[in-house]
């Protein structure tokens, strides 16, 4: 295959790999199934921190890791909890230092809901809002509850980015391929996949990489 010229915008649109649900170990952007445009946060780097919503192309956080039990944040590196652990609808959401035996950091992926592992309560976004800034919940488990409907859009995380390993040129802004202005020029008979890699707004220790594939 060959092109002589492709935005990274462009391509990106083709890179991205959506899934209803995640693989063990891999890393992945949660967005509500309605409004792909917005991407599961948290509000901030400490325990305690809400679980909300954010603008997928302005925050830095927006990278999740499944382990097979819990979520774990890549900027973070805390986990999705359940808060007190409570039992009732509209209990929140929160990032917590991440315990293999806290069963308020297990959920169970499926479907395109996120079940509280044990319990018949999913991740819902509270009221069907969709606004950066809205603040997740838990709810009873419906099936066709569209609030409980999320995608997760695969990433590639690199790890040494401090050696250079992502290119100078590249700049420091979160989901960069998405937002950047050039083009690549004269790019002729490519193989597949075809990566990119990006430094993760201000995490410079962090980088992502995606990658376009056919099949």
Request: hydrophobic content about 35%; overall charge negative.
């Amino acid at each position: 295959a060959s092109f002589k010229a492709i935005s990274l915008f462009a391509l990106t649109a083709l890179a991205s790999v959506a899934s209803a649900g995640p693989s063990t170990g891999k890393s992945y952007t949660v967005s509500p199934a309605s409004f792909s445009n917005l991407c599961v946060v948290p509000a901030g780097d400490w325990d305690g921190a809400r679980l909300t919503l954010a603008d997928c192309d302005t925050s830095d956080d927006i990278a999740w890791t499944f382990d097979g039990r819990s979520l774990k944040n890549s900027a973070t590196q805390r986990c999705v909890d359940v808060i007190d652990g409570g039992h009732w609808n509209g209990n929140g959401l929160q990032t917590w230092t991440c315990f293999d035996d806290n069963t308020n950091q297990r959920f169970s992926p499926s479907d395109g809901a996120i079940q509280w592992t044990g319990q018949n309560m999913c991740i819902d976004l509270t009221d069907g809002n969709g606004y950066a800034g809205n603040n997740l919940q838990l709810w009873q488990c419906y099936s066709w509850n569209t609030n409980q409907q999320w995608t997760f859009t695969e990433v590639e995380e690199v790890d040494d980015c401090e050696d250079g390993s992502c290119g100078k040129s590249l700049v420091f802004l979160p989901r960069a391929i998405l937002t950047a202005q050039a083009t690549i020029g004269g790019l002729r008979d490519f193989r597949l996949p075809l990566c990119f890699r990006f430094r993760v707004g201000h995490h410079p220790g962090l980088c992502l990489r995606l990658c376009l594939r056919i099949g």
